[in-house]
């Protein structure tokens, strides 16, 4: 069984920083295409930041320039550097990884439990 597990959440104040970090364990080889959602109160999840298997990224608009995500493929492991950090940043994180190669075969759509993320002062 794959789980994801986030860690690295907590609270800081505005223009402070954050490193999230998403790690696979269980029966696994390789995990394809991983992101970052959050979901602030009484707001839909949006979508953050993704990074294919081979490391292309792409960003929300809102944290172009202030948010990078990366990896770590030997130790399945996705992280999400949060610089400059606004109160409007304030959510719950949820990492997700589309497919996981396993020894069973591809699963798909797996989500990690979420962390807080809060901005204030």
């Known amino acids: 069984q794959v789980q994801f597990v986030e860690s690295g959440g907590g609270l800081v104040q505005p223009g402070g920083s954050l490193r999230l970090s998403c790690a696979a364990s269980?029966?696994?080889?390789?995990?394809?295409?991983m992101a970052w959602f959050r979901q602030a109160p009484g707001k839909q999840r949006e979508l953050v930041a993704t990074?294919?298997?081979?490391?292309?990224?792409n960003y929300v608009d809102s944290v172009k320039g202030r948010f990078t995500i990366s990896r770590d493929n030997a130790k399945n492991t996705v992280y999400l550097q949060m610089d400059s950090l606004k109160p409007e940043d304030t959510a719950v994180y949820y990492c997700?990884?589309?497919?996981?190669?396993?020894?069973?075969?591809?699963?798909?759509?797996?989500w990690g439990q979420g962390t807080q993320v809060t901005v204030s002062s």
């Open positions: 269980g029966s696994l080889f390789s995990v394809v295409a």
């Open positions: 997700h990884a589309d497919q996981v190669d396993t020894a069973y075969g591809p699963e798909y759509d797996y």
């Open positions: 990074i294919s298997a081979g490391g292309s990224t």
